[in-house]
């Protein structure tokens, strides 16, 4: 199975109410994809204030994750070994 990488815009701009999730086979491929999606007339109206989105490029490569690694349950046991 290829490896699927993704990206949500709301992660590193200021709108949860965005639940667009751009998807691909590489990092640079969810890039491009998001370029071109902060480049859209949909994108433009919702996120005035990015004029060039290639300067968000560290930005969004920040938010660019693998399908199938994020932490779940990371925190350690309690001492007591109870559960609240």
Known sequence: MPDVYYARPSNFLSD???RTVITGDSEDDVLQKMFEYLSSPAA???YPGVEDPT???NNIRKCIFKK???AIHNRPPD????HH
């Open 68 to 70: 199938g690694t994020k």
């Open 79 to 82: 001492a007591d070994g109870a």
């Open 44 to 46: 433009k109206e919702r």
């Open 55 to 57: 300067e968000l490029e």
């Open 16 to 18: 949860p109410r965005d």
